[in-house]
């Protein structure tokens, strides 16, 4: 069941249409997934002291109603190094219409995989996987299946990835945590299965994963104009 929190969310992003990132990320937080730690600071200051909280270097993302997609309007900066850096990207984000905050969170590396969701007017609930990053489009390498998944399924998914080598290990590189990553798989089944009277797509854009961690790095939840409130 979706907890009062979720809803709370959810209830008050109907105004705007979609999910700030923040609230997405809580969402997916307290559904079980695994998530950067992260924070979203309205001051300079606090931008800083969560900085030298978690250590550089840091990933900033402009927060704002108004910007569904952020990198279209440079309202991302990734490998912040210092202070200096950081200030210069408050400053960048705080004159981006709708400006509401700047998320600040710890930077990972790894393999990126999109995971998503429509909820089909006729079949309900879709899920997909595939090669992400911002290169998702060039690569056109996904894998679909209806909601809710089994594990069978989740593992059908990642083996009809023609990258699935890649996730395996390929040439050398290390492979990804294939477990942490069907894991989350399933997870997200059923999230969406409590929230399809709820939700239009999800994007979870990139997941990152290696060796040890599948982590949604960011995440967008755009809801269905004709649900009840």
Request: glycine share 6%; aromatic share 6%.
């Amino acid at each position: 069941m979706l907890t009062k929190r979720t809803k709370k969310i959810l209830l008050n992003a109907k105004r705007n249409g979609w999910v700030l990132e923040p609230d997405a990320k809580q969402i997916l937080a307290m559904a079980g997934a695994d998530v950067p730690r992260f924070m979203l600071a309205t001051k300079n200051a606090e931008a800083l002291s969560f900085a030298h909280d978690i250590g550089y270097p840091v990933v900033a993302k402009v927060v704002s109603p108004r910007v569904v997609h952020k990198s279209e309007l440079n309202g991302v900066a990734v490998g912040i190094k210092n202070d200096r850096e950081l200030k210069s990207a408050f400053r960048r984000f705080s004159i981006i219409e709708g400006f509401a905050g700047m998320l600040v969170e710890e930077m990972l590396s790894g393999l990126e995989l999109i995971i998503g969701a429509k909820s089909d007017f006729q079949f309900g609930p879709v899920v997909l996987i595939g090669m992400g990053g911002t290169a998702v489009e060039i690569y056109q390498d996904v894998s679909v299946r209806m909601a809710p998944l089994q594990p069978k399924d989740a593992l059908s998914m990642l083996k009809g990835l023609k990258a699935y080598e890649i996730l395996k290990g390929f040439r050398g590189q290390s492979a990804i945590n294939q477990k942490a990553l069907m894991r989350l798989l399933l997870l997200f089944s059923d999230m969406i299965m409590e929230m399809q009277n709820d939700f239009e797509s999800i994007d979870l854009n990139p997941v990152i994963c290696y060796k040890n961690r599948c982590v949604v790095a960011d995440a967008r939840i755009m809801l269905n104009p004709a649900a009840k409130s």
